[in-house]
C-alpha cells in the first residue's frame, strides 16, 4: 500500500491530528499527546499487544547499547546515500547505495522532509541492526510562542517515546514507527539552548567545532526553520550535506552562510546524535530483548560536548553572543571561516580557482533542484488553481499546500548563495593584493582567471523547465543568475513566472489572466529580500502588497554578480596605472545593463516543441 495514501487514512482512524513537520503550532497547544494504534478495515481499534506485526516490519532489538562502531556504520550509511545520485527519499532508500533495502518489506514507501530526515535515517538503521531507538515527541515553548517552529526562546522536551518491545514476542511495527515520526516530528526539535532548560533531553547536543566530531551523521540546523544531514567532510573542512524537502525530494549542497548564526536559545548550528541504550530490558527465548526504557547519555558523558558554536572559543565570554570571537591558533577568523579550519584541523588554504567553480556547480545543482521542485508543483495543479485572496500568515513557515509546493526558502537560500559567490570572488582578489598566506594561488591576474573559471563552469550549466505549453525551456547560468529575484516562489503562478520572465515572447506562453499578474508584480518587494523573517505576519491582501505594507520586502535586491564585481576590478587595476583609485566599495560594482533580464530571454533561452 502507498505509504502517503495510507498515512493520512490511518492515522486519522487512530484519532490522531493529522500535520507535517511544518504544522507544529497547533499539534501542541496541549503537551499531551495521542498514542498511536494499529488501525484495522473499517477503522476498528485493536489494541496493539494483540496484533501481530507481519514478518517483515518487525522492529526486533538484539543489541542494547549504540556502540562507536554503530556510530561508524551510521555514518557510513548517510555517506552512501550522499554520494549517491538519488534525488528523493524514497529512491534513496530503494537504491544499490542502501546496503539493507533487500529486507524492506515490499511495496512500503519511505517520506521525510527536512525535520524528518535526520530521525528517518537514524530509526530506519537502528530497525535494520537491530538496535533501541527513542525520540522527543513533545516539546513546549520557553516563554510564549505561536508557533514552536520560531520560539524565540526556544523549546523544551516534554516526551519522549521509546521504540522498545512491551512484551516478549510483541515487536513494534516499523512502518508505523516511521509514520510516527513523519507525524510527530517538526523542527522545533532541534530548537533548544546548548545547556538543558527543564524536562527531557533533547535527542541531540551542541558538538565542539573539531575534527573527527563533525562527521557523517551530524545534524545541522538553521533557525529558519531548515535542517541537514552532513554525508562528508574533506580534508579542506568542506562540509557536505543532504537535505529533503515537504515534496520529499532530496538534494545536496555545501555548508556556507546559507546555515545563519542565532541566538543560544534558538539553537542554530552543529548537533550530534546522544548515544543511547537500553536498560531494565529482559531477554526472550529468541534472544530478542524487550522492556525496559531507552536511556541517553547526559552532558557530562559526552567528551565533545561544546557550546562554542554559540559563545565563541575565548574568555571572558562576551555580553552577547554576536559579539563572540572565533580564533584558530592565535588568529581571529570569521565563523565560516573557523568552521572550516577547526573541522579540517589544521590551516586551511584557499585555491580561489577550485573554490570558485565548486560554488558555480553547486549554484547550477541548486537550479536544477528548483527545476524539479517547480515541476513536482505544476504536475500537482497548483497554478491552475485560483490565487488566493491572501498570503498564508508568514510565506516561509506554514503548512499544507503552500509549504509542499511553494518555494520562498529555498529560493532565499539560492539568493544568499549567489550573493555569497559574488562577496568571495571580490574577497579573493583582496586576499592576493594583501599577499594572505591563506590564499593558494601563484597567478599574475586573479580576477583575470577567475572571470575564465566562472565562464567556464558558468557555460556548462544549463536549466530546463517546462513551460505551459508543454515545451521545454533552457536557461543559462547568467540567464538564471540575472533574473532570480524574478522568481516566483507562488505555486499559484504559470511555470513561466515561477521561473521570471519578463519578456513578451516567453510570456506568451502564460495563461496567467489579470489578478494573478497583478499579485505577481505586487510580490516583488517580497523577492527582493534574502533575510526570512519568520516572526512576521504575512497576511497580505493584493492591496497590502501595493501599498508597501510593512513587512511586505525591501524595494531593491541586494547585488549577486560575480561577474559585474570582476569586471569593475579589471577596470580600476587599468585605472591604477594612471591615477589613485579609492578601495572597492559595493557601489562601485558595475550594475548589469539596463535590459539583461530581457535580453536573457533572447540569449540564454531557447524554446523546444
Known amino acids: 500500500m502507498n505509504f502517503r495514501k495510507w498515512l493520512p487514512g490511518a492515522l486519522a482512524a487512530a484519532g490522531l491530528a493529522i500535520c507535517t513537520s511544518g504544522a507544529a503550532a497547533e499539534t ?47 555514518g557510513e550509511f548517510v555517506t552512501a546515500i550522499g554520494d549517491s545520485n538519488c534525488r528523493t527519499y524514497d529512491e534513496c532508500l530503494k537504491g544499490p547505495w542502501n546496503i539493507y533495502r533487500a529486507s524492506d518489506p515490499r511495496g512500503i514507501y519511505f517520506y521525510a522532509d527536512c525535520a524528518d530526515l ?66 510527530a516530528v517538526s523542527s522545533a526539535m532541534f530548537r533548544f539552548a546548548p545547556e538543558r532548560m527543564r524536562g527531557e533531553l533533547f535527542d541531540f ?24 544531514v ?33 541566538s543560544p536559545p534558538m539553537g542554530a548550528g552543529f ?17 530478542t530483548w524487550y522492556g525496559g526504557r531507552a536511556v541517553v547519555a547526559g552532558d557530562g558523558e559526552l567528551a565533545d560536548w561544546s557550546d562554542e558554536q554559540f559563545h565563541g572559543t575565548e574568555s571572558p565570554r562576551p555580553a552577547g553572543w554576536s559579539s563572540a570571537a572565533f580564533v584558530y591558533q592565535g588568529e ?46 505544476v504536475k500537482a495543479g497548483l497554478h491552475q488553481r485560483p490565487q488566493p485572496s491572501r498570503l498564508p500568515d508568514n510565506i516561509y513557515g506554514t503548512s499544507g499546500d503552500w509549504e509542499t509546493y511553494s518555494t520562498p526558502s529555498r529560493d532565499a537560500r539560492l539568493k544568499a548563495s549567489f550573493a555569497e559567490l559574488r562577496d568571495q570572488v571580490v574577497r579573493f582578489v583582496a586576499m592576493a593584493e594583501a599577499g594572505d598566506a591563506k590564499l593558494a594561488y601563484a597567478g599574475a591576474d586573479l580576477a583575470g582567471d577567475l572571470k575564465q573559471a566562472y565562464r567556464e563552469e558558468a557555460g556548462a550549466c ?16 547568467d540567464a538564471a543568475r540575472a533574473r532570480v529575484f524574478d522568481f516566483s516562489f507562488d505555486p499559484h503562478h504559470c511555470p513561466e513566472l515561477r521561473w521570471g520572465a519578463r519578456s513578451e515572447a516567453e510570456l506568451a506562453t502564460c495563461p496567467d489572466g489579470e489578478t494573478k499578474l497583478a499579485w505577481y508584480d505586487a510580490q516583488q518587494r517580497l523577492r527582493n529580500q534574502t533575510e526570512r523573517t519568520y516572526d512576521a505576519h504575512m497576511g497580505f491582501s493584493l492591496a497590502d502588497l501595493k501599498a508597501r505594507a510593512p513587512g511586505s520586502g525591501q524595494d531593491a ?18 585605472n591604477l596605472e594612471t591615477a589613485d583609485v579609492p578601495a572597492l566599495r559595493g557601489s562601485d560594482l558595475e550594475a548589469p545593463p539596463d535590459g539583461e533580464a530581457e535580453r536573457a530571454f533572447e540569449d540564454g533561452v531557447a524554446a523546444e516543441d
Open 557 to 574: 535586491p541586494p547585488d549577486t554578480d560575480a561577474m559585474a564585481a570582476l569586471r569593475a576590478l579589471a577596470v580600476r587595476d587599468e
Open 205 to 228: 547536543y551542541p558538538v565542539k567545532l573539531q575534527k573527527g566530531s563533525i562527521r557523517p551523521g551530524t545534524v545541522i540546523y538553521d533557525p529558519n526553520g531548515h535542517v541537514a
Open 118 to 183: 535526520p530521525y528517518a535515517l537514524r530509526a530506519y538503521f537502528a530497525w535494520k541492526n537491530g538496535l533501541p531507538f527513542s525520540y522527543v515527541s513533545g516539546v513546549a515553548p520557553v516563554g510564549q510562542s505561536r508557533d514552536l517552529r520560531y520560539s524565540r526562546y526556544g523549546n523544551y522536551a516534554v516526551r519522549r517515546t521509546d521504540v522498545v518491545p512491551q512484551a516478549e514476542g510483541v515487536f513494534p511495527n516499523a512502518r508505523t514507527v516511521l509514520a510516527a515520526i513523519n507525524n
Open 230 to 262: 552532513v554525508y562528508s567532510v574533506d580534508d579542506e573542512g568542506r562540509i557536505r550535506f543532504i537535505d529533503t524537502h515537504p515534496d520529499n525530494s532530496l538534494t545536496r549542497g555545501s555548508y556556507g552562510k546559507r546555515f545563519v548564526r542565532a
Open 462 to 477: 544549463k536549466v530546463a523547465y517546462v513551460a505551459s505549453d508543454g515545451s521545454e525551456r533552457v536557461l543559462s547560468f
Open 332 to 377: 581571529r577568523l570569521d565563523y565560516y571561516d573557523y568552521v572550516r579550519q577547526a573541522v579540517a584541523g589544521r590551516d586551511v588554504t584557499y585555491d580561489p580557482i577550485v573554490e570558485t567553480r565548486a560554488m558555480v556547480r553547486e549554484l547550477c545543482d541548486d537550479l536544477y533542484y528548483r527545476a524539479i521542485s517547480v515541476d513536482i508543483a
Open 271 to 287: 548537533k550530534n546524535w546522544r548515544p543511547m541504550k537500553l536498560v531494565g530490558a529482559q531477554q526472550g527465548a529468541d534472544g
Open 28 to 74: 501542541y497547544a496541549s503537551v499531551d499527546t495521542a498514542t498511536m494504534a494499529p488501525v484495522a478495515s473499517g477503522a476498528e481499534h485493536v489494541d496493539p499487544a494483540l496484533t501481530r506485526t507481519p514478518e517483515g516490519f518487525r522492529w526486533r532489538i538484539t543489541r542494547l547499547a549504540w556502540t562507536e562502531s554503530d556510530e561508524r556504520a551510521f
